[in-house]
C-alpha cells in the first residue's frame, strides 16, 4: 500500500460505524466512509464536538450540520496551499491520500532534468496541477466543471503558481483527448483520476467501468516518444489495483518501462491503522 503520511494539516484521528472523524487545519470534521465497516469506542472528543458533520440519507446523498465551521478555510502540504469548503455530497475540495502521488511523479518531473509537459484529466481543484507545476512541469488542467477549474486557479495563486505554465480548460475529458489526437499534440505525461459516474458539459455520459479501458487505449496516442510517467486514480471497488495492472501493462507495453499498482490510504492516528482510499495504477520508465 502507497500512503499518504507526509501531511502536517491533515490527520484521520478515528474511524468508526462508518464514518471518520478528520482534522482539516484547525478543524474537525466527521464525513461517512464506505470502508469504515468496523464499530469500535469513540473515544476521543472530536466525535462528541466536531465543526462540521455531514449526515448520509438512507434515501441517498446527505447534508452537512456546521457547528463552528467558516465558509472557506486553507490547508498546506509541504509548499502548496489549497482552499477548501463544505460543498454537496461530504467533500471538501481536497482528496489527501492523493499527497502520496503528488510526491511520487513531483519527484520524477525534478530528476527528469528536461522540459516535461503534463496532461492531467478529470482535474478537479487542481493538486495533481499545483504538484506538477510546483516540480517544473507545464500542465494542461481539463475538468467539465468551470466551478472545480476557477478553485483550482485559486488553488495555484494562493500556491504562489498564478504565473506557472497551467492551460486551465472546461472541457469533456474524451472529446478533449480526441481533438489533441487530431492537432497531433503530445504529452510526456497523463494523470488521470476519474469520476465513477459523471456527465461532461454537454451531457456526455462517463461510466468508469465501460469507459476507463478504452480511454487509457485512447490517451496512449498522446504519449511523446520518450514519456515519464502514466497514472490512474480509481476510487471503484470493483477496479482493484490487479485491474489497473492489467490495463496499464497491455496499453503500454510498447513503450517499455513499468507498472506497478497498489491500494492508497491514510494513516489512523488512533489506532495505528491505514485507511484505505482507493487504487493507484503507475506506469514509468
Request: hydrophobic share 35%; proline share 6%.
Amino acid at each position: 500500500m502507497w500512503i499518504a503520511d507526509g501531511w502536517k494539516d491533515y490527520e484521520v484521528i478515528d474511524t468508526s460505524k462508518g464514518e471518520k472523524l478528520e482534522r482539516w487545519g484547525d478543524y474537525l470534521l466527521i464525513r461517512p466512509d464506505p470502508q469504515v465497516i468496523w464499530d469500535t469506542p469513540r473515544e476521543h472528543r472530536g466525535w462528541r464536538k466536531p465543526d462540521g458533520h455531514y449526515h448520509r440519507s438512507k434515501k441517498g446523498g446527505g447534508e452537512w450540520e456546521f457547528f463552528s465551521l467558516p465558509e472557506q478555510w486553507t490547508i498546506h502540504y509541504k509548499e502548496l496551499t489549497f482552499h477548501l469548503k463544505p460543498f454537496s455530497f461530504k467533500h471538501t475540495g481536497l482528496f489527501p491520500e492523493q499527497a502520496v502521488n503528488w510526491d511520487w511523479f513531483g519527484q520524477k518531473i525534478r530528476q527528469a532534468q528536461r522540459p516535461v509537459k503534463v496532461l492531467n484529466l478529470f482535474a478537479y481543484t487542481g493538486g495533481a496541477t499545483l504538484a506538477a507545476a510546483a516540480a517544473g512541469a507545464s500542465v494542461t488542467h481539463v475538468d467539465a466543471s468551470r466551478g472545480m477549474v476557477t478553485w483550482a486557479k485559486e488553488n495555484a495563486a494562493a500556491s504562489g503558481l498564478k504565473e506557472a505554465p497551467v492551460r486551465w480548460l472546461v472541457d469533456d475529458c474524451v472529446k478533449f483527448v480526441e481533438r489533441e489526437i487530431r492537432r497531433g499534440n503530445h504529452y510526456d505525461a497523463i494523470i488521470m483520476d476519474p469520476p465513477s459516474y459523471g456527465r461532461g458539459p454537454k451531457g456526455e455520459i462517463w461510466k468508469i467501468e465501460d469507459s476507463i479501458y478504452p480511454f487509457i487505449r485512447l490517451c496512449t496516442r498522446l504519449l511523446s516518444r520518450d514519456p515519464l510517467f502514466f497514472l490512474v486514480n480509481s476510487y471503484t471497488t470493483g477496479l482493484a489495483p490487479s485491474v489497473l495492472t492489467y490495463m496499464l501493462s497491455t496499453e503500454l507495453k510498447n513503450f517499455g518501462g513499468h507498472v506497478e499498482a497498489q491500494e492508497i490510504g491514510l494513516p489512523v492516528s488512533q489506532s495505528g491503522l491505514i485507511l484505505p482510499c482507493g487504487a493507484s495504477g503507475r506506469w514509468e520508465k
